[in-house]
């Protein structure tokens, strides 16, 4: 079992940045992949970013290229997403998610583990 707390979410205008944590807590295997996926009120929870607790590649939806950065820090248990250059249009909640099987997936029901959630606003 493992649990995840995600903090760093907030209100910030268009082209600023944020730094999204997701502290996990319980035990962690090198297979395990920590996914980070947004939703907003009437759709679906979408991928953002994803990447081995072991370390490795990183991916990301297209929309995020060159903007978002995912990345672990083992000692703390703990995965960040840096977010720059915000748009509006990334407004949404966002979670951190850990899939309990090697290799990364985009759908969010090959996850097995999900935080509470951190409300990420952008204004114009």
């Known amino acids: 079992q493992v649990q995840l707390v995600e903090s760093g979410g907030g209100l910030v205008q268009a082209g600023g940045s944020l730094r999204l944590s997701c502290a996990a807590s319980g035990r962690t295997y090198s297979w395990y992949v920590i996914g980070w996926f947004c939703q907003v009120p009437g759709k679906e929870r979408e991928f953002v970013a994803a990447?081995?607790?072991?370390?490795?590649?990183?991916y990301y939806t297209d929309s995020v290229k060159g903007r978002f950065t995912i990345s672990r820090d083992n000692a703390k248990n703990t995965v960040y997403l840096q977010m720059n250059s915000l748009k509006p249009e990334d407004t949404a909640v966002y979670y951190c998610a850990v899939r309990n099987l090697p290799g990364p997936s985009y759908k969010r029901y090959a996850y097995d583990y999900w935080g509470q959630g951190t409300q990420v606003t952008v204004s114009s």
């Open positions: 990447i081995n607790w072991s370390g490795g590649s990183a």
